[in-house]
Every structure is written in C-alpha cells, then in structure tokens.
C-alpha cells in the first residue's frame, strides 16, 4: 500500500493508504483509499485512460479486495463486529 499524509484546515495530518485497484472489467478500475485515523473510505473510479472519474466516499469500514467483471460482482472485506467477506453487485449509470 502507498501512503500519504493529508493536511486538514484545522492544521492536523490524517493518514491515508492506497489499496491495490481491482478491475471491473477491460476500461475500469476501482482503486480504494482508506483513512488509517478513522473508517472512511474513498472510492476512486478510473476510465480506460487512467483518469479518476467518481471518488465516492463510503463512511463504512469495507475495502474491495477482487471482481468479477462477467457478473458484475465486487468481493469486499468489511469490518463491524467481526471481519467479513461479502459480495456486492454494480451496475453502470
């Protein structure tokens, strides 16, 4: 994982780390950037060029970890009680 420091407006530093992208299918990747200080999550989205797109943030400790572009299915760990391995489905808009 890359990492990098985040300088907020009130002068404190957050740490973030870059998860390895995961492919959606041959033009899109999806790259999670998660907060090391708390359980945000940001969602980069990349096109067929490598441009970030969307950056949803996801409040919620859950990282995606692999895909299935055929049907379209994101498999993801997410941390509540206990750690899980669930199974999201995506559609484009």
């Given at each position: 994982?890359d ?10 530093t957050?740490a973030w780390?870059a998860?390895p992208a ?9 790259q999670?950037?998660v ?6 999550r ?7 060029v490598l441009?970030?797109?969307?950056w949803p943030i996801?409040p ?8 299935d572009?055929a ?5 993801a ?8 391995l669930?199974?999201y489905?995506?559609r484009?808009?």
């Amino acid at each position: 994982m890359d990492s990098l420091a985040v300088l907020l407006s009130d002068g404190r530093t957050e740490a973030w780390k870059a998860a390895p992208a995961i492919e959606l299918d041959r033009l899109r990747l999806l790259q999670p950037v998660v907060c090391v200080g708390n359980d945000w999550r940001v969602f980069v989205l990349y096109d067929e060029v490598l441009k970030a797109g969307r950056w949803p943030i996801i409040p919620v400790p859950v990282t995606p970890v692999a895909a299935d572009p055929a049907s379209r299915t994101v498999w993801a760990l997410r941390r509540g009680n206990q750690t899980e391995l669930v199974k999201y489905r995506y559609r484009w808009r």
